[in-house]
Nanobody
Framework: QVQVVESGGGSVQAGGSLRLSCVAS????????IGWYRQAPGDQRDLVAR???????TYSNSVKGRFTISRDTAKNTVYLQMTGLKPEDTAVYSC?????????????WGQGTQVTVSA
């Protein structure tokens, strides 16, 4: 099993910055990727960024150039540094971890953290 805990959400004014953290525990040696989704009220859940076990990051077009995903392998932690925040970034951000369980790709989710950006 892999457990996921996020932290770092909060409220900020437009143009500000926040850093989210995602800590994985358990069978961390089976992790293949870690990423972040976000969901605003009434909207679908969208992928924000992900980083593979090889360290390759990918971003949605809406956050490219403003958000940076990084990892501290020793701490089993992934960070999402968010800069130039806009009101449309307001959402619940959820971290996920993809890992292998009995040869099957499995996904674990964190509880989500609220990010609110005011104009």
């Amino acid at each position: 099993q892999v457990q996921v805990v996020e932290s770092g959400g909060g409220s900020v004014q437009a143009g500000g910055s926040l850093r989210l953290s995602c800590v994985a525990s358990g069978s961390t040696n089976t992790i293949t990727a870690i990423g972040w989704y976000r969901q605003a009220p009434g909207d679908q859940r969208d992928l924000v960024a992900r980083i593979s076990v090889g360290g390759n990051p990918t971003y949605s077009n809406s956050v490219k150039g403003r958000f940076t995903i990084s990892r501290d392998t020793a701490k089993n932690t992934v960070y999402l540094q968010m800069t130039g925040l806009k009101p449309e970034d307001t959402a619940v951000y959820s971290c996920y971890v993809d890992w292998i369980s009995r040869d099957l790709q499995t996904r674990s989710w964190g509880q989500g953290t609220q990010v609110t950006v005011s104009a």
